[in-house]
């Protein structure tokens, strides 16, 4: 049997990156999965393919996981067409602006909160309303960053977005515990996607970003999903309130020669 044949599965920003690999890991492992997207119609396109190759249920959506009425319309109606929701993966976010606090305008600090931080309440809260009416476990999965505990300078609306990410999961899975529904966190460090575009696109740019990882590179994004699926899964039935960092050893290397 496999890992999570019979669950059904909404990841958020599934067009790209992390989120594409964790829909396409999903579906190999027999659940029914939902693609979605803000802005990469195609690129969501060209992930649903993947992802129907294993025969599963599929759907592609767009999704603003930033407007509240949106996640809860779009979560309804996917809960009525697919009979309901087993996993959450809050993988939807936006970079850091790269801008000192002091020139930060409102609106950047706000619109990476917004989706970052309030995307993963709204999607988490639904999803707990949902499963408790059922009297029925589930499984939420936030991908938050090394940045949840590692701060860079001209990023305050991202480290802010992803700290809170990490106390809003430790919060949430000792409400939820009793009714069976874990919740968790992965924090990845420096993987190969998008996000990292200056790194995918100039090999003297990876190197140079490699040689703080003590395992000499990046990671890629199926590396991630191979995580999720175990935290999707029955296996992880004991497990909630933690975070799994992901970064060849980056974390507790950045403090070296201090």
């Known amino acids: 049997m496999k890992k ?6 909404l990841v958020t920003g599934s067009d790209s990156g992390i989120g594409r690999a964790i829909a396409i890991e999903f579906a190999r492992n027999g659940a029914n999965v939902i693609v979605c997207y803000y802005s990469d119609k195609e690129g969501a396109e060209e992930a649903l393919k993947e992802v ?68 993963t309440f709204f999607c988490s809260r639904k999803f707990v309303q949902h499963r408790k009416s059922l009297k029925k476990p589930g499984k939420i999965i936030n991908i938050s960053s090394i940045h949840e505990e590692v701060n860079a300078p001209g990023n305050a609306d991202y480290n ?38 200056k790194a995918v696109d100039d090999p003297k740019a990876l190197k140079k970003a490699e040689k703080n990882i003590p395992m000499g590179r990046a990671g890629r994004p199926e590396e ?24 060849g050893g980056l974390m507790i290397n950045l403090g070296q020669g201090a």
């Open 4 to 9: 999570l044949e019979n669950k059904t599965a």
């Open 224 to 247: 991630i999903a191979w995580l999720a699926v175990f935290l999707a899964s029955e296996e992880a039935d004991y497990v909630t309130g933690s975070t799994y960092e992901m970064d």
């Open 52 to 119: 129907s190759q294993f025969g599963t249920k599929t759907k592609v959506i767009r999704l603003d996981v930033s407007d509240e009425k949106d996640v809860e319309k779009k979560m309804e109606q996917l809960i009525t067409e697919f009979s309901g929701l087993d996993i959450l993966v809050n993988n939807s976010g936006v970079n850091g602006s790269g801008i000192p606090v002091d020139e930060m305008e409102t609106e950047v600090f706000d619109k990476t909160i917004k989706t970052n931080l309030y995307g």
């Open 160 to 197: 802010a977005s992803k700290a809170g990410i990490r106390n809003f999961m430790r919060t949430l899975a000792l409400e939820v515990a009793a009714h069976g529904i874990n919740v968790n966190n992965i924090a990845p460090g420096m993987i190969l996607t998008p996000m990292n575009q």
